[in-house]
Each structure stands twice: as structure tokens, then as C-alpha cells.
């Protein structure tokens, strides 16, 4: 026998009462069951409640994205963009959005502000944000900084509206061979492509350039378009269509072509029986045959 084996198997036996002793009865054992469950409880409530957080948070955002979309800018500026940096303070979408609405009720200073928080908190990294601080520094004073950001903004997202916004942007400034690389870009976009104001914006361009030639085609360019995407509803036909004809009009009047020139414009006010422009132009040209 080795030396110390009845210690060694006292000390077992007495291990295994010991573990007997200590075992949780039936009670005790439902007990632990019960905590455990109430702690599993915890902790789902817990990731529910963040996630109910987050889709709070985005209900909130997609709600101010849609008031801006939508056209309700006082209503974003004024009530629902100080609500949302008043709840999401540390938030930079939330003062980006905010930003923007003041940016689009002529607020500049405060919308310069909010951006500037906007970045401090996530920086510039999102084109989105460089669109904005480009049309900014048009709308005090800065065409040569306001084109390099809206040139880049567009640049790193290929985004139709920032091709617009840059074009726009260049045509104030005087820089028309720039607006219409813009106008181009915008059109060769995915939305672009189904949309018809690059080509309306060009031509007016053109038209002021003295361009008539370049510019009925880029006014025929945009009739096109709508007529490939168009649903075939029975609706009022949409304003840059309408737009569309009466600046054709305008070229062939201009080229001295008048009878072209009453042909559209009577397809723009067919397109919209209450165009002011189009009704306009053929009273006079009617007034001239008198």
C-alpha cells in the first residue's frame, strides 16, 4: 500500500459527501434556472432597446431628409432641425441635415455653422457634405472655391444632383464651358439618364451663347428622353418637357423661323394649357401677323 493511499481515498469519500452536501435541491435548482433566465431577459431587453434606439434615430433622420426633399424647408429649419441636434447633439448627420435647411431658407451664417459642427464631429469625408460647402461658398462670394468642391463632391459620387448643382453653379459664374461638361456629366449619371434638365439647362446655355444650332438639338435631346421614359399617363406633361418645346420655340424664333417657332411653342402649351410663357409667345407672334 502506498504510503497515505486510506488519506488519499478518505479525502475522496469525504469530497464526494462534501459535493452531496452542497448540491442545490430541487427549489435551489429552479432558483438558478430562474436567474439565469431573468439574465438571458436582461440583457435581450437590453440589445432590443438599443436597437429601438437606432431605428428611432433613423425614423427621426429619414423624417428630416423627406421634409427637405419634400420642399418644407421652414418646417426643416425652424422646428424639426432644432428638435433633431437638440436630441442627437453628438450626431454629425443631425447637424449636417440641419446645415442644409438653413442653407436652403437663405439662413448662411447658421447653416456655415452647423456644417462646420457637422465636420468637426465626422469630418468631410461624404460628398454629400463638400456639395453643400461648395454651394455655400457661392452663396458668398467664392465661385472658384465653390467649383473645386462641387467638382470634387461630384467627382467622388457620380451623384446627378451634385453634376447639377456644379453646372449651375458655373453657369452663375460665368464659366459656360463648364457648366455644360457639368450638364454632360449629370446626363451620363444612372439618373441622368431618364432625366431632362441637363439637356434643358445646356440649351439655354447654348441658346445665350448664340449656339441655336447646338442648342435645338440639346432641346430635342430632352424631348426624347421624356418620350422613352414616359408612362404613357394621362397627366399634365412634366415642366422641363413643357420647358423643352417653348425654348425650342424661342431658338427657331430667334433663327428668324417663325412658323417652326409657333409649332412649339403650341406644343408646349398643349403640353400645359396654363404655361404662361408659351401663351405669352403666341399671342405676340399672333399680334405680328395682324
Known amino acids: 500500500m502506498r504510503p497515505g493511499g486510506h488519506l488519499h481515498v478518505a479525502h475522496a469519500c469525504a469530497t464526494g459527501r462534501e459535493a452531496r452536501r452542497r448540491r442545490p435541491t430541487g427549489g435551489a435548482r429552479h432558483g438558478a434556472l430562474v436567474g439565469g433566465a431573468w439574465l438571458l431577459g436582461a440583457l435581450l431587453l437590453g440589445a432590443l432597446s438599443l436597437g429601438g434606439l ?32 437638440a436630441r442627437f447633439p453628438d450626431e454629425g448627420r443631425a447637424h449636417f441635415l440641419f446645415a442644409r435647411a438653413l442653407y436652403l431658407t437663405g439662413d448662411l451664417e ?4 452647423a456644417l462646420d459642427r457637422a465636420i468637426a464631429l465626422e469630418g468631410d469625408a461624404d460628398p454629400a457634405i463638400v456639395n453643400l460647402q461648395g454651394l455655400l461658398r457661392a452663396a ?4 472658384v472655391g465653390a467649383l473645386r468642391a462641387l467638382q470634387n463632391a461630384f467627382l467622388r459620387s457620380r451623384d446627378y ?37 441637363p439637356y434643358v439647362d445646356k440649351g439655354r446655355l447654348l441658346m445665350y451663347a448664340g449656339r441655336l444650332d447646338e442648342a435645338i438639338a440639346s432641346f430635342n435631346a430632352a424631348i426624347d428622353v421624356f418620350e422613352a421614359t414616359d408612362p404613357g399617363e394621362a397627366r399634365p406633361g412634366s415642366p422641363a418637357y413643357v420647358e423643352a418645346y417653348y425654348r425650342l420655340g ?29 401663351i405669352q409667345a403666341l399671342d405676340r407672334l399672333s399680334r405680328s401677323f395682324e
Request: glycine share 8%; net charge negative; proline share 4%.
Open 140 to 143: 458668398t462670394g467664392d465661385p
Open 250 to 278: 424661342e431658338a427657331y424664333e430667334l433663327l428668324g423661323e417663325v412658323d417652326r417657332a409657333e409649332v412649339n411653342y403650341r406644343a408646349a402649351r398643349s403640353a400645359d394649357p396654363n404655361y404662361g410663357p408659351a
Open 161 to 197: 444632383r451634385f453634376a447639377m448643382d456644379w453646372g449651375r453653379v458655373a453657369w452663375q459664374a460665368g464659366r459656360y464651358d463648364e457648366a455644360i461638361a457639368a450638364f454632360d456629366a449629370a446626363a451620363d449619371t444612372e439618373r441622368g439618364r431618364a432625366e431632362l434638365w
Open 110 to 113: 447658421r447653416a456655415a455653422s
Open 54 to 85: 437606432a431605428w428611432a434615430q433613423a425614423a427621426e433622420f429619414a423624417q428630416m431628409e423627406a421634409l427637405l426633399a419634400q420642399g418644407y424647408y421652414n418646417s426643416a429649419a425652424r422646428l424639426n432641425g432644432p428638435e433633431l441636434v
